[in-house]
C-alpha cells in the first residue's frame, strides 16, 4: 500500500481514516471516564478530590501530556510508523486494568496508561496525515481526525445511556468497546508506509543527533516560539474549557438543574452530532477554499455565545438546546480543528511532532490543573462565579486566532517551511528539495 503526496486516491483516505481513529480512542477513553466517574465514586468511597485525580491523571489530562512529550521526539526521531506499533499496545493494557478494576489503586494505573498511550498517538496523527495529504486537501484530511474526535462523545454517550441499567458493570463494557477497537485499529496500522516527508527528512539528517535535539531548536528559534505562542493562545486556553465540558460536562448540567443523567447524555449526543456534522461540512469542506480567519471567528465567537447562555441565561430547555447545538456548531469549525492544522504547517518537518508534543502537554497540563478542583469549585460556588473564568479563557483563544491566523492555504508543507524558515534545511543544514503543490520537487 504507498500514499502519495498530491495522491487523492481511496488508498489515502484509507490510510488517513485508520490514522485519525486516535483520536476516537482518546476521545472515547475520556467520555468512558466521564459517564463512570460517579459509578466508580460510589463503588470505591472516594470523594471530589479524588475523582478530579482520575480525571486529570488520564487521557483528559496530565496523562495525556505525558505522552505527549514522550511520543513527540519518539515520533520525530524513529518515525511517525513507530509510535503506532507501540502505543495502541499500552493503550489496550490500560484499557484492560480499568475493566477489571476492583480497587481504585488498579483503576487510576489503568487511567494513566491510556492517557499516555493516546498522548503519544494524538500528535502522531496530526503530523501524519498532514504530511501525507494533497497541498490542497490538507483541511479535508486533518479535518478527519477532528470528525473522529467527534464521533467518540456521540457514540459514548449513547452507549452510556444504552448500558446505564448495568450500573458499573456498563461501564466496564463501554471501555471493553474501546479495547476491540484499539485491536482493530493497530492491527490494521501495521501496513501503513512511513511518512514521505520524514524519509526524505530523515535521509539527510546526523543518525548521532542527540534525542531531543529538535526541543533545541524549537525554543531557539524565534519563529517557532512565535508559533508556539500562537497556537497554545488558539489552543491550551480554549481546550482549558473544553477539557472540562468533556469529562464534567453532566456535572455542569446538574448545576443548570438537568439532574436526569439520560437527559444530560442526550444532551451531549446533541452536541457532538452537531459537531460531527458541521466539522464534515464546514471546515472538511471549506477550510481549504475560503478564508480560515473568518471560518475560525464563526467558530470561537459562537463558542463564547454558547457559554454566555448556558452560564448567564435563564436555565431552561430552550437555553440548554441553544447550548448544545451552538457549541456543538463551535467545535466544528473550532480551535481543536484548526490547532490540528496549523501545528502542523507552522513547524519544519524535523520536529513538527516535537513541537506538536510540547503544546498537547501545554494544553493538557491545563486541562488538568483546572480538572483537580473543577468538581470542587462547581459544587462550592457554582457555575455563575465560575463563568467569568471560562468566558475569559474563550475570548483570548478567539482573539489570538482571529488577528493572527496564518496564510496556509493551498500551499505544501514545504512552501511553508521555505517561506518561514529561508529553506527547508535538515539539522546539519542540508538544503532540502522543496516539494511544490504538484507533489514534484524543484
Not at 493497530?186 to 524519509?199: I, N, Q
Not at 488577528?403 to 492555504?409: C, M, Y
Request: hydrophobic letters at 55%; charged letters at 10%; a positive charge.
Amino acid at each position: 500500500m504507498t500514499v502519495r503526496i498530491g495522491s487523492t486516491s481511496t488508498t489515502g483516505w484509507k490510510a488517513t481514516v485508520s490514522v485519525a481513529m486516535s483520536n476516537y480512542i482518546e476521545s472515547g477513553s475520556i467520555i468512558a471516564i466521564a459517564t463512570s466517574l460517579a459509578l466508580w465514586q460510589a463503588q470505591f468511597h472516594i470523594g471530589d478530590l479524588a475523582v478530579g485525580l482520575l480525571a486529570s491523571l488520564s487521557a483528559n489530562a496530565f496523562g495525556a501530556a505525558a505522552g505527549a512529550i514522550i511520543g513527540g521526539p519518539l515520533c520525530d526521531r524513529y518515525g511517525r510508523k513507530f509510535i503506532y506499533t507501540y502505543d495502541l499496545l499500552l493503550y489496550m493494557l490500560g484499557i484492560v486494568l480499568a475493566v477489571f478494576a476492583g480497587s481504585y489503586a488498579m483503576l487510576l494505573i489503568g487511567f494513566i496508561l491510556t492517557g499516555i498511550a493516546v498522548g503519544a498517538g494524538v500528535p502522531a496523527s496530526w503530523t501524519y496525515i498532514a504530511e501525507q495529504a494533497p497541498p490542497g486537501k490538507r483541511a479535508a484530511h486533518v479535518g478527519t481526525a477532528q470528525l473522529a474526535w467527534s464521533v467518540g462523545p456521540m457514540v459514548g454517550f449513547a452507549l452510556a445511556i444504552a448500558a446505564a441499567p448495568l450500573g458499573l458493570l456498563g461501564s466496564r463494557l463501554i471501555f471493553a468497546h474501546l479495547f476491540v477497537v484499539a485491536a482493530v485499529v493497530w492491527w490494521l496500522r501495521r501496513g501503513l508506509p512511513e511518512s514521505t516527508l520524514w524519509k526524505e527528512e530523515r535521509a539527510k539528517t546526523t543518525a548521532t543527533a542527540p534525542f531531543f535535539s529538535g526541543f533545541k531548536l524549537l525554543f531557539t528559534n524565534r519563529k517557532n516560539l512565535t508559533a508556539l505562542l500562537f497556537l497554545f493562545g488558539v489552543y491550551a486556553l480554549w481546550n482549558t474549557v473544553a477539557g472540562q465540558a468533556g469529562i464534567f460536562q453532566p456535572r455542569v448540567y446538574s448545576a443548570t438543574g438537568v439532574t436526569s443523567v439520560t437527559e444530560q447524555y442526550l444532551l451531549q449526543i446533541l452536541v457532538w452530532a452537531c459537531t460531527v456534522a458541521v466539522t464534515y461540512f464546514g471546515f472538511m469542506r471549506f477550510a481549504d477554499r475560503m478564508s480560515r480567519r473568518v471560518l475560525f471567528a464563526i467558530g470561537a465567537a459562537l463558542a463564547i455565545i454558547a457559554w454566555a447562555a448556558l452560564i448567564y441565561a435563564p436555565a431552561n430547555l430552550g437555553t440548554l438546546l441553544f447550548f448544545a447545538i451552538a457549541w456543538g456548531i463551535s467545535s466544528g469549525i473550532g480551535a481543536q480543528a484548526f490547532y490540528g492544522l496549523w501545528t502542523s504547517e507552522l513547524f519544519a518537518t524535523r520536529y513538527r511532532a516535537s513541537a506538536q508534543g510540547v503544546l498537547f502537554l501545554a494544553a493538557r497540563v491545563a486541562v488538568g490543573l483546572l480538572s483537580i478542583w473543577f468538581p470542587l469549585l462547581l459544587a462550592d460556588i457554582g457555575l455563575q462565579a465560575l463563568g467569568g473564568l471560562i468566558i475569559g479563557l474563550l475570548a483570548v483563544s478567539f482573539l489570538v486566532g482571529t488577528i493572527w491566523a496564518p496564510d496556509t492555504r493551498g500551499k505544501t508543507l514545504d512552501e511553508i517551511e521555505a517561506e518561514r524558515y529561508g529553506t527547508a534545511t535538515t539539522e546539519t543544514g542540508t538544503v532540502r528539495p522543496i516539494r511544490d503543490r504538484a507533489g514534484s520537487r524543484r
